[in-house]
T-cell receptor, first 115, second 114 residues
Framework: AQKITQTQPGMFVQEKEAVTLDCTYDTSDPSYGLFWYKQPSSGEMIFLIYQGSYDQQNATEGRYSLNFQKARKSANLVISASQLGDSAMYFCAMRYMEYGNKLVFGAGTILRVKS | EPEVTQTPSHQVTQMGQEVILRCVPISNHLYFYWYRQILGQKVEFLVS????????KSEIFDDQFSVERPDGSNFTLKIRSTKLEDSAMYFCASSEAGRKTPLHFGNGTRLTVT
């Protein structure tokens, strides 16, 4: 069964420091996509970054980067130079290509940035 | 930037009543979805819709639920007879074709069943 695991229910980081949010997944499909979303306290879901299973390089998008380790089945989100506005819930999600177009979400990690 | 819009932002209903949650997906998107999130918890897939029919649904999406695209722009989720446990945030999302394309979510409708 396909599964996304985010083991950190909550994380703290000091402003301007980097933080890594963990995500592991379980699939036997060779083709899949990994997505990270941010959900601020206002509730909307904001797409941050995408990594494909066949992508040779780790994805980067501004201050966001993905530490993709395919053999370990992990896709950790790295946020550099944390800002107070980064305080939010972060969800890892997976699209299993063999099983339609939906995204399956992990349980999320709450990040709090301290000043 | 185009966005997914959902109405209403908050709906309060009594148990047993029918509710319709409305969504306007991004106009050139082909795939439409409903997800729900019980307060502070996981985002759960309900249903996906493509080419005017359901392409996939979860165990949550039982006979109480239905979806419809009544015209070229709206996408609705109907809950026939609401239960207390249907109280949640309901998100509509849409996406283009292609495995790399993200889902674009609306701001959600908070449904409270009393």
């Amino acid at each position: 069964a396909q599964k996304i695991t985010q083991t950190q229910p909550g994380m703290f980081v000091q402003e301007k420091e980097a933080v890594t949010l963990d995500c592991t997944y379980d699939t036997s499909d060779p083709s899949y996509g990994l997505f990270w979303y941010k959900q601020p306290s206002s509730g909307e879901m904001i797409f941050l970054i995408y990594q494909g299973s066949y992508d040779q390089q780790n994805a980067t998008e501004g201050r966001y980067s993905l530490n993709f380790q395919k053999a370990r089945k992990s896709a950790n989100l790295v946020i550099s130079a944390s800002q107070l506005g980064d305080s939010a819930m972060y969800f890892c999600a997976m699209r299993y290509m063999e099983y339609g177009n939906k995204l399956v979400f992990g349980a999320g990690t709450i990040l709090r940035v301290k000043s | 930037e185009p966005e997914v819009t959902q109405t209403p932002s908050h709906q309060v209903t009594q148990m047993g009543q029918e509710v319709i949650l409305r969504c306007v997906p991004i106009s050139n998107h082909l795939y439409f979805y409903w997800y729900r999130q019980i307060l502070g918890q996981k985002v759960e897939f309900l249903v996906s819709f493509y080419n005017n029919e359901i392409s996939e649904k979860s165990e949550i999406f039982d006979d109480q639920f239905s979806v419809e695209r009544p015209d070229g722009s709206n996408f609705t989720l109907k809950i026939r007879s609401t239960k207390l446990e249907d109280s949640a945030m309901y998100f509509c999302a849409s996406s283009e074709a292609g495995r790399k394309t993200p889902l674009h979510f609306g701001n959600g409708t908070r449904l409270t069943v009393t």
